[in-house]
């Protein structure tokens, strides 16, 4: 029940493309919903973070949806470049007290 | 930088070797963390400490241990290592327990 469901593994993009990826929980004590993006030599770094509260989020060119009736919520990329080209992992806790589960990660391509 | 530094950034170790990982964060967090980053799986939780003590062992070999001098430092012993130990392994902080992690740029170990 603790286990967080990414897909895909590997998601390749033109550049300009949406990127897409998945996530989903069992966990209903789950309230907090955090996206990493890991380069290669480097550590994983918060890139935008959502709570149960509202259904979605945007930064930039990047959007998390959240759907908390099906327990599932995604990461979009608009106008993905190669720069965004990294490893991108979601995340679940149930807040304060809890740890930080991280799902299998997706190695995202953006092609020139 | 991150704001979590940790050294050294590449070992090369032999089997019968004694060596020490290190991670320092000077963002006030409390909790601090270790994982494992195998090639093509999930981040592994090793260690968490709260407060500077320890609260979670992921069963983790004993040739692994964790200490936790104070809230600002963690390190982790290695001895008698084995050729699958060798991985990235990452430090990570966080104000409190399951919310925003940072991250160090990790170790890269490998153990011939």
């Known amino acids: 029940q603790q286990q967080v469901k990414q897909s895909p593994q590997s998601l390749i993009v033109q550049k300009g493309g949406i990127s897409i990826i998945n996530c989903a929980y069992e966990n209903t004590a789950f309230d907090y919903f955090p996206w990493y993006q890991q380069f290669p030599g480097k550590g994983p770094a918060l890139l935008i973070a959502i709570r149960p509260d509202v259904s979605e989020k945007k930064e930039g060119r990047f959007t998390i949806s959240f759907n908390k009736s099906a327990k599932q919520f995604s990461l979009h990329i608009m106008d993905s470049q190669p720069g965004d080209s990294a490893t991108y992992f979601c995340?679940?806790?149930?807040?304060?007290?809890?740890?930080?589960?991280f799902g299998e990660g997706t190695q995202l391509t953006v092609n020139p | 930088e991150t704001g979590v530094t940790q050294t050294p950034r590449h070992l090369v170790m032999g089997m019968t070797n004694k060596k020490s990982l290190k991670c320092e964060q000077h963002?006030?967090?409390?909790?601090m963390y270790w994982y494992k980053q195998s090639a093509k799986k999930p981040l592994e939780l090793m260690f968490v400490?709260?407060?500077?003590?320890?609260?979670e062992n992921n069963s983790v070999p004993s040739r692994f241990s964790p200490e936790c001098p104070n809230s600002s430092h963690l390190f982790l012993h290695l001895h008698t290592l084995q050729p699958e130990d060798s991985a990235l392994y990452l430090c990570?902080?966080?104000?409190?327990?399951?919310?925003?992690?940072?991250f160090g740029s990790g170790t890269r170990l490998t153990v011939v």
């Open positions: 990570a902080s966080s104000q409190e327990r399951g919310l925003g992690y940072t």
């Open positions: 963002l006030g967090h409390n909790a």
């Open positions: 400490y709260n407060f500077k003590e320890q609260t």
């Open positions: 995340a679940a806790s149930g807040g304060s007290g809890s740890r930080l589960t």
